[in-house]
T-cell receptor, first 113, second 114 residues
Framework: GAVVSQHPSRVICKSGTSVKIECRSL??????MFWYRQFPKKSLMLMAT?????????EQGVEKDKFLINHASLTLSTLTVTSAHPEDSSFYIC?????????FGPGTRLLVL | AQSVAQPEDQVNVAEGNPLTVKCTYS??????LFWYVQYPNRGLQFLLK??????LVKGSYGFEAEFNKSQTSFHLKKPSALVSDSALYFC????????????FGPGTSLSVIP
């Protein structure tokens, strides 16, 4: 199946700093990628749809200025958590669509101290 | 609006016994249905999907699922459970008109007891 990677897999940062998470589709081109947030033992919450060459579409309740998304190419989308706070600590997962199926990255564990 | 229900938070099954993880859905048009598995601190792994055709779909690791349109269900099954099947399972649905916007169920934690 298609492969999606994420980097870093884990990151610890201080409150007030910004963190960038990369999502790459390794063996296919993805005009659309998705960013999810997952709380412990909970389902995935769709944060935004990342569109190559245009602005991301954010779900209701997700702060655009807090979670900056850039879809720079057909294989790369980035999520930047700006001025991170402890409540932003979570598991962030990206996905990309290929062959009418969403393939997920391995996730990034963010801990804000 | 699309929605997915997984009525059981937790399913326990003895190793070697058949397992079923339940899923029901609601979608306005024709559904795309998916099952994913998640191991601790990992992303989601695709197991199988239903788009059209045969109602019984076979997927990875010996799993299968049956699409039942009248009951709007898509239960995940495996004839003989393994301890290594213990994980969190998510059912998901999308509408064929916007197939890439997928809605996930709340997840079911499966424990296979040796």
């Amino acid at each position: 199946g298609a492969v999606v990677s994420q980097h870093p897999s884990r990151v610890i940062c201080k409150s007030g700093t910004s963190v960038k998470i990369e999502c790459r589709s390794l063996d296919f081109q993805a005009t659309t990628m998705f960013w999810y947030r997952q709380f412990p033992k909970k389902s995935l919450m769709l944060m935004a749809t990342s569109n190559e060459g245009s602005k991301a579409t954010y779900e209701q309740g997700v702060e655009k200025d807090k979670f900056l998304i850039n879809h720079a190419s057909l294989t790369l989308s980035t999520l930047t958590v700006t001025s991170a706070h402890p409540e932003d600590s979570s598991f962030y997962i990206c996905s990309a669509t290929g062959l009418e199926t969403q393939y997920f990255g391995p996730g990034t564990r963010l801990l804000v101290l | 609006a699309q929605s997915v229900a997984q009525p059981e938070d937790q399913v326990n099954v003895a190793e070697g016994n058949p397992l079923t993880v339940k899923c029901t859905y609601s979608v306005s048009g024709n559904p795309y249905l998916f099952w994913y598995v998640q191991y601790p601190n990992r992303g989601l792994q695709f197991l199988l999907k239903y788009i059209t055709g045969d109602n019984l779909v076979k997927g990875s690791y010996g799993f299968e699922a049956e699409f039942n349109k009248s009951q709007t269900s898509f239960h995940l099954k495996k004839p003989s459970a393994l301890v290594s099947d213990s994980a969190l399972y998510f059912c998901a649905v999308s509408d064929k008109t916007s197939y890439d916007k997928v809605i996930f169920g709340p997840g079911t934690s499966l424990s296979v007891i040796p």
